[in-house]
């Protein structure tokens, strides 16, 4: 990759990982639930799912899913429906914390963090979205040398996407925490967590409900 490329790359990578999506929502919704290692943990999770797109783009795998209607709407209805769970269980832990007879406690604000637990949910929100399919299949080939090996150049784009996504998320991962650090009280989890939970419910629906 010549270097006015990659600088156009870099350009393109940044302004899609700045743009509001099911990643920034998550990596909020989990910050607001265990803290900055829980977000930061999420963001691994997710960037380590471009690897995967990169990989089944180069090899062509994502062209034949995207020509089979069944089998794209099939990924799409399996990840709207874990976008759904991830909002549901949020909106869930809001109420439960919004119980007055329950007696609220740091414990019971903050999840404790569990590593497996958040790679999963960060991994399988990116692989699962049939949007990042999409994206890689029409951003890709702006950047890969017919002439060269396609595998490389699209790791090494899914690579400057992963050093982006994960300086950004952790950011975010730390502003969240920090927020709640200096907002005492139940109010600031009960809100994080609904407004984030009603934010993945939203873009389920929306992503179960749009035309191929």
């Known amino acids: 990759m010549d270097p ?3 600088i ?14 099911v990643d920034t929502m998550l990596v909020i919704r989990n910050s607001g ?7 930061a943990t999420t963001s691994l999770g997710i960037c380590c799912g471009l690897f995967v797109h990169a990989t089944l783009s180069a090899l062509g795998i994502s062209i034949i899913l995207l020509k089979t ?11 709207a429906a874990y976008l759904i769970y991830l909002g549901l269980s949020s909106l869930r832990q809001a109420s439960k914390n919004g119980l007055p007879s329950q007696k609220l406690s740091l414990e019971t604000l903050i999840s404790p963090f569990r590593i497996i637990r958040s790679l999963r949910e960060g991994f399988l ?3 699962l979205n049939p949007k990042t399919i999409l994206f890689y299949m029409a951003f890709l080939p702006q950047f890969i ?3 060269g090996p396609h595998l490389q150049q699209s790791l090494l784009v899914a690579l ?3 050093c ?11 502003m969240v925490t920090k927020a709640k650090q200096l907002i005492k009280g139940g109010t600031t989890g009960r809100v994080l967590n609904g407004l984030s939970g009603s934010i993945l419910v939203y873009i389920g629906v929306r992503l179960a409900s749009a035309k191929q």
């Open 125 to 127: 929100s990116n692989v």
């Open 160 to 162: 400057v996407h992963f």
């Open 33 to 39: 639930r265990g803290g900055w290692w829980d977000g």
């Open 4 to 6: 006015h490329t990659f």
């Open 164 to 174: 982006i996504g994960m300086f950004y998320q952790c950011s975010l991962a730390a």
């Open 69 to 79: 209607a069944w089998a794209f709407n099939i990924l799409k209805y399996i990840g």
């Open 8 to 21: 156009t790359c870099l350009i393109a990578v940044t302004m899609l990982t700045l743009t509001p999506g």
């Open 145 to 147: 040398d017919p002439e």
